[in-house]
Structures are given as C-alpha cells and as structure tokens.
DNA sequence: CTGAAAGCGCTTACAG
DNA sequence: CTGAAAGCGCTTACAG
C-alpha cells in the first residue's frame, strides 16, 4: 500500500496537504487538489484509517452489544432496530461492530482498546458487567430497555412506553366486552414485565372492572421457542375449559402464531370464540393468520435511530456524557376498518 | 486513558517490557509482570488497539458484507450464518464489522482504510462492486455462495452442494411415485437457480423418467414477502386445476408457509393431495405446520465458520492469498421414522 | 493557501 | 530476561 509520504511527492506537495485534500478540514487550491489526486489514483492510494484514528482519538465506530447467550437469535424486531441502528450510523458515516455476551465474556474486548466511540446496549440485565465497565470508564453509551435500578441514573437509555402501550391494548379488549383476559407476560426477569403488568392492572382500575377472573402468566425463561411456547400455555389453559378465557394478550407475534396452532388444535375460532392481540409487529407473519390479528408494532427502527442519536450526541458532548431519557411510542394496529 | 509510559514509569520498567506483558510476545520475569499487572491496575490501564494495529498491520477484525437494498432483512438462515461467522471468529479474538452495501455505495468504507483484516461476502453479484474492489487491492475475501464468472477464479468462496441436493429432493419425490412436480426455483438473476435447475434436471434423467408435466418456475425478483409469493404461486398453479401437480418443491421455508396457506385455502390437503418440500431449514416455522413437511437444512452455520476459517487461512498466507474452494453439504430431513 | 515538525500510543529489531 | 530508540501513517498547531 502506498502512503501518504508517497503522494505527497508524486504531487510535489506537502504531506499535510494530502491529508486536507482527503479530510477537507481546510480548503486547497483547486490546482493543487488537482495534482494530488491524480497522484493518489495513480498510487492506488487510500487514507489508512487506523493511523488517522490514532490522532484524532475517533475510531468512527460504535458497536452494538447484543444479547446472546450461546447464539444470537434474531427476531424480526432485533432485525428493524438494527437497521435503524445501520441507518443512522452511515448518515454519519460510521460502522457498526456487532459485539456479543459470548466475547464480553472473554475480556470486553470490544469496549476497550478504544476500539469504538461508543456502545449501544441491548438487552440490559439486572446485574450488568457490560454497564459497570462502561459506566467506570465513561464510555459513551445507549441502552435500549429499560436498565434496572442501579444503572438507571448512570445512563442513558430509550425504551418504548411500555405501561401506556399495554394499558391502552387492554382497554381496546375491556371495552369490546371482554372481561376474562388472559396475558401472556414477559419473564419475571425482565424489568418490563413489571411495566406491562401495570399496564394491564391500569386498565381495569381505570374502567372501574374487576380482574379477578383475568390472569398474568409469566413466561417461564426456560422456553426457547415462543412459538411452542404459545401452543403449550393455550394448551394448558384450554385445554380443560375451552371458555375459560375470551382473549389472549400475547408477548411476541411468533408467540401469536403458536397459540393459532393450538386453538386450530383445540377448534376454538379466533377471533369469534377468543381474541388474540400480539405485541410486536412482524410483517412476515401477521400474513400467515386468517384473519389478521391485531398487533402492536414497538418501532424498532426508531428505537435503533434514536439509540444513535443520543449517542451521537454523548460522542460530541465529550468527556462528561449527559444522562438523557426518550421515549419511543409503540403503535396499536386493531386491524379494524 | 493513562498510557503504556505511564505504567512502565511506575513499575520502574521500559515500555517494551509493559507492552510485552500484556501480548506475550516474549517471556516476562514473574515479579516483573506482577508490578506491571498492578501498576496497570491502579492507572486503570488498558492497551490501545488502535495504536497496536498501526504497528501490527492487524485490526483483529474481520467485516460482513450484507445483503442490503434499503433494509437488511435478516432470515433465520442469515441469522444462523451470521452466528457461525461470530462464534468462529471469536474463537480467534476478532471482531465483526457489519457492512452494508448502503454503505458501499458510498465510498466502500469498511473495505477501505485498512481497518479489516478481511471480509466475508455474502450474497455475490454478477456484477459486484465489492468484488471488483477486493480483487483489485488483493484484500483478503471469501465469499458465501457461487461468485459469478466474472469472479469465480480471483476470489475463495464456500458453497452448498446445491445440486446434489435438490438432485436428491427430487429422487425423494419420484420415487414416492410424484410425476407431476411444480419446482419453484429462485430467481434466473441467482447462480444458484441453474445449478439447482441441473439437480432437478438430473434426478428424471437418472430414474429414466420424462419430466414433461413438471414445472420449474423461477422467482420473480420483485416479489419482497417470500411467503406471499408462495401463496399467489399456488393460486395461479392450483386455483383452475387441483390436480395439476402431485407435489412442489419451494425455495424457502417462508415460501412454503405461504404454500400451506394457499392450500387450506383451496382445500388441498398435505401431504396427501400435494407432498411440499422445502429448501432451508428454520426451527421456528417448521413447528407452525402440521403435518411438519420435510425440510432440507443448508447449514448455515457450517457455512459461516468455514468462510471464516478459511478467511483466516488467507490471512495468514499473506500478500499473495491462495485461492481455495469448499463444499458444506446440506442435509435432508424428510421427517419419516 | 502551503510546509516542516512534533506527536498520537504502541511494537519491534537491536544490543546487552 | 530487559532497555533505548526507531518507526507505523497519519493530523495538527505553528509559522509563513
């Protein structure tokens, strides 16, 4: 590879005016640029962004920090936020390294080195060395979610209105008469199941009704197919009374999908004997219902340009990041006219 | 960020001795390592990469180069692939770049700079920017499926065994006694549609049977929802004529969810009335059908890790990368006892 | 608008 | 087993 040095003499030039050439921090005569980039093509020269990095202390990286335990498993939503997230970052022009627990494991590797500029963090968990690094080295970073207790004044984070969003889905099945709501909840776990679960309760409060015959089933985390999952919960609530519930509000749209099966299973017709409403979007399989069920599409784009954003503005903030909340507002598809 | 002089100053020793400490590269003396380890300790010290890699000519990082228009829309065969190329080449301490072709069109960024030691293709061109940039500069490449012409001999790839195995879905079909078989192959625009049209081609001519009343249908491009596109397949196959075809092979899992729709639809039971086979194994989709249709697996993964080992095999040869060829067979499972 | 020189934080022969 | 010094390929004040 040819460098710098080497242009700059093919063009009878300085160095640093090669440099300004490709980084235009300040202007060149037309003249000048002229030569210089002829010489460049010539050398088949391009700028090595490592030693660029080096000075300016920008690697024009972040990374994404997925969850993961042995293997990534991506679902339609973690594949929209990660395109928000691609989307954004190129605006600005910069990568994305994808970064998983299995490599935090190891040696953080990819958090330090000032290997990147800053992190966007999936999945928080309640005890997270991934933030405790971070927060100790005040590095820029962005979580997605809701992070538990400890680090929710220690960073930054956007998340979808989870209480509000689940409060006003409920509230949809309440006034169309239903009063024996199953919800199919999110692992104890994880911090936004208490918020959902709020959600629901809120409802009921609000129109004046009684949950006592609705039920929050906690998903066991055990399960690794939502899908299954779906079908065996409907299975085990049904299965006995097949009235015991006139709706179901379900996690995940695959989770939807296996609780078709077992109602398909079990002929029980959807929506006529029990209605079923699945949080997240995914246009794939909404097509594979008949009917459409309603669905609440949580915007995961938004949620990975926005994740950008705030740390886009954290990197140029400097040395003593802001602390900065949004809210992204999910969407409720009722499927009606 | 405190650096390497500041630990060796105050572990009383050279930076050569820290640096060394912390790659190994030559044996240090027990006490030696001991106060540097806790000089560093103290000073919060974590070695540059950035400044490393200047030196080294190594940025332990490998990029993806994703199939992209717009969006990424990540299959759960990407998913997997993507999990292999991770776990391999975290095997190796290197991290991935994801690389969109958004970006490429850019300027080719990540290619560029020298900020990866090599990149793994996926989704080749007939025509690809990517690789005519890679071939030029002599970067280190393997791409993931069948390069065009153009590409096949300049550059290392990893490959199905595309047409031994539809050869061998097809035997499956005509020995079952099938005569009349719709092949929705992928789109003319994909090596891949004529290497597997050979294989179904094959599979008649080796039964001595005629293949006049069977169909090979190519995927047109625009089609966006795989699913979709089954279904309006099978309605514009079956919707006059029931009996035209006794068995179909789809090109993807998606596809043949959107199949099985058509056919509930049309009233057409499978696998009596129509036996459906499809390429491309995906655990959550294949639960969703009832019988399970057999399914052929493409190991991703497999594909995945080898394209990293032998990225990693280039690498190491250096400035003049051997070109290499590697076969990941796939596997049928034709779900019978 | 341009040049000369110092410096970014490491690694690596070379010498001992 | 350890140290002193050169150098990786850029950018950036400083001076003109």
Sequence with gaps: MSKIDD???????????????????????EKVQ???????????????????????????????????AKRIS?????????????????????????????????????????VVDGVIVLNPKVDDTRLDYLTKYNIPAVVIGEPSAKYK??????????????????????????????YLNAPTKMTVSKVREAGFLQAFADLGI?????????????????????????????????DRYTAI??????????????????NIKFPDDVAIVALSDDLVLSHELEPPIPTVDMQAEALGKTSVQMLFHQIKVGDYPEISRAVVKAKFHSREQ
């Design 7 to 29: 242009v700059a003499k093919l063009a009878g030039v300085s160095k640093g005016t090669v440099s300004n050439v490709f980084s235009r921090k300040r202007p060149i005569s």
């Design 34 to 68: 002229k030569r210089v980039l002829e010489a460049a093509k010539e050398l088949n020269y391009t700028p090595n962004h490592i030693a660029r990095s080096l000075v300016t202390k920008k690697t024009m990286t972040i990374s994404l920090s997925m969850p993961s």
């Design 74 to 114: 991506l679902t339609t939503f973690h594949t929209n936020l990660i395109n928000g997230v691609i989307t954004e970052a190129s605006l600005h022009n910069y990568r994305i390294l994808i970064d998983t627990l299995a490599q935090e494991e190891l040696e953080l590797p990819f958090l330090s080195g000032n």
């Design 153 to 182: 004044n220690l960073v930054s984070y956007v998340d979808n209105n989870n209480q509000e969003i689940v409060e006003e889905v409920t509230t949809y099945l309440l006034k169309k008469g239903h009063r024996r709501i199953l």
């Design 210 to 242: 009684s949950n006592n015959e609705s039920l929050i089933h906690f998903k066991e985390s055990l399960y690794e197919d939502p899908s299954q999952y779906g079908y065996d919960t409907v299975m085990k609530y049904f299965a006995a009374d097949k």
């Design 249 to 266: 509000i379900a996690d995940t749209d695959k989770e939807a999908i296996g609780i078709c099966r077992a109602f398909r299973k079990l």
